[in-house]
């Protein structure tokens, strides 16, 4: 058993190593809630550590002493770790891990954080804090809960008992159980009841299928039964929230139906972006049938295009990749297909030949690009691996007919 005299020793270095490899900040807290450590970069500024302190205290109990790795988030977006020390059976301290971010923090995203008015100034020094964090999945961060607790402990945690203590909450389950009770109650006395899972599953079916005639029918037939409250006290949120369970499942009734998953998760995303731009009932209930119906329609023109099952492979494989130098021999082996066969293959089906069609789905990317004003031609040559400028002109001069400056000049009138 290691002593508490060599255990102090490596506080030090347990943090060191764990910052160095793994880049994230990690504090020592005392049993009384002092900080006694911390590998904290000394670029940020005093007033994110003080708030962060405080966000620290607010989310962990740093005076008790919990026996196995406790992942959270501060109200900002910060992950955290909290690993307790003990030593022969006494409570020392306790590591934080953290902060990291699950996903960028964008500028404007800032003001909705903090729920109150912040300078111009203050979100600037905001937002170069939230960059300098490190942008780690949960999984990645279960994992380094685990890392972590084996270089202090020398002891294996198993991933799904540290997912189960940290995510699963007997306390939510006892109150949704009892509010879902009280709903079900109210059900039965008013003989008010969801809508049917048939109605649902036959709109389902009509995105699966590519039907739009047969969607606007179902859409329009009367709805036997009511659509849940999702949001309490707010008509809006709760049929914003009901949109978005919508695109969840059309994306999925979509997907089913042959659509690239990746352009059936990004249409959905475009739609619930969307969704929340929107605050009018009425602009909502038509944006439903709107999306249905553009999912249905994408999957029908899919289901009539004829193509086999290795060019819409590559197809796919084209789309999530135009930022690669994509060549045919790199596709065939994602696809697992002999590459002359795959060539013959796609110019029969598709009327031209792979690199030509590669270029194609490339300058329709440069023409996106091109009218977001965020790149130069330079950069937009380079992000789409053409060789140099000249030639990436070139190329899309044959395409479209105009240059790239051009494009761009009447893309802004």
């Known amino acids: 058993m290691i002593s508490k005299t060599e255990m102090y020793n490596d506080i030090n270095f347990i943090c060191n190593i764990i910052f160095d490899t793994l880049k994230i900040p990690l504090y020592f807290f005392s049993k009384n809630g002092s900080l006694k450590y911390s590998t904290k970069s000394k670029n940020n500024l005093c007033i994110i550590d003080d708030r962060l302190k405080k966000s620290i205290s607010e989310v962990f109990n740093l005076n008790t002493f919990t026996p196995v790795p406790v992942i959270k988030s501060t109200e900002y977006m910060e992950n955290l770790i909290s690993i307790g020390l003990c030593i022969d059976n006494e409570f020392i301290g ?4 953290g902060p990291c971010l699950y996903e960028p923090i964008e500028f404007d995203n800032i003001d909705n ?3 109150h008015n912040i300078t111009l100034e203050e979100k600037n020094i905001l937002l170069n804090y939230y960059n300098s964090l490190q942008i780690i999945d949960f999984n990645t961060f279960i994992n380094t809960s685990i890392l972590s607790y084996y270089l202090i402990y020398n002891k294996k945690l198993n991933f799904d008992d540290v997912i189960q203590i940290n ?3 007997n306390d939510i389950v006892s109150n949704i159980s009892s509010n879902f009770e009280n709903i079900a109650t109210l059900a039965r006395q008013n003989d008010v009841f969801h809508h049917s899972f048939v109605y649902e ?15 606007i029918k179902v859409l329009g037939d009367p709805v036997n039964g009511n659509y849940g409250i999702l949001a309490k006290n707010n008509s809006i949120r709760s049929v914003k929230n009901l949109l978005i369970t919508t695109a969840t499942l059309v994306t999925r009734a979509a997907i089913s139906g042959g659509m690239n998953p990746e352009v059936a998760y990004t249409l959905s995303d475009s739609y619930i972006q969307h969704i929340e731009e929107l ?5 909502l209930n038509n944006l439903r049938i709107t999306m249905a119906c553009d999912f249905a329609d994408r999957v029908r023109i899919l289901k009539n295009s004829n193509f086999s099952s290795p060019i819409l492979a590559c197809i796919s494989f084209i789309y999530q990749n135009l930022y690669s130098n994509l060549s045919l021999e790199d596709i065939c082996e994602h696809i ?5 066969y795959i060539s013959r293959l796609f110019k029969k089906e598709m009327g031209i030949t792979i690199s030509e069609y590669i270029l194609k789905e490339k300058i329709e990317e440069a023409k996106r690009l091109l009218l977001s004003d965020g790149y130069s031609i330079l950069e937009i040559s380079v992000l789409l691996h053409f060789n140099d400028q000249s030639y990436f002109t070139k190329i899309f001069k044959r395409f479209t ?3 790239p400056k051009k494009f761009r000049d009447f893309g802004r009138l």
Request: glycine share 2%.
């Open 94 to 97: 306790t590591f934080i891990i």
């Open 113 to 115: 954080i903090f729920k």
């Open 167 to 169: 995510s699963y909450n």
């Open 201 to 215: 599953e036959a709109i389902m079916d009509c995105i699966r299928t590519g039907n739009k005639d047969k969607l």
């Open 279 to 283: 605050n009018a009932l009425n602009d």
């Open 336 to 340: 697992n297909f002999n590459p002359s």
């Open 401 to 403: 007919e105009m240059t």
